[in-house]
């Protein structure tokens, strides 16, 4: 389907993980006008392929980073400032946390999808 433009502003904001309200202030309508395209389901069909996409993105980086992230870390846990040992353990519980949302996120997304394909 296509959609108007401001539908796919609409459609990238929410995918990038904006709020209703905000999303709503880009775009220049009401909430009731985002949740009217959320109600759509072809828009929450192109919604949900749009996140799935930019978590396959964000995978493929962070698995292009992973070396030097890892390498990164092992400094960072082997540093004489205790204050550097715990800030590293502090980004690593946080993007470890943030991996495993997304890699939850990407599973329930798929899904969702094999429920629509067996609906259709």
Do not use: H, W
């Amino acid at each position: 389907m296509r959609f108007t433009a401001r539908q796919q502003l609409a459609l990238e904001l929410i995918a990038d993980g904006q709020n209703i309200s905000s999303v709503a202030e880009s775009c220049n309508c009401s909430r009731q006008t985002i949740y009217d395209y959320l109600a759509d389901p072809d828009f929450t069909a192109a919604l949900n392929k749009r996140r799935s996409e930019n978590i396959q993105a964000l995978t493929g980086k962070l698995l292009t980073m992973r070396d030097d992230f890892i390498a990164t870390l092992k400094a960072g846990f082997m540093d004489r400032n205790i204050n550097n040992r715990l800030r590293t353990a502090s980004i690593y519980k946080a993007a470890y946390g943030e991996f495993l949302e997304l890699a939850d996120l990407e599973s329930r997304i798929s899904a969702l999808e094999a429920l629509t394909r067996i609906k259709k």
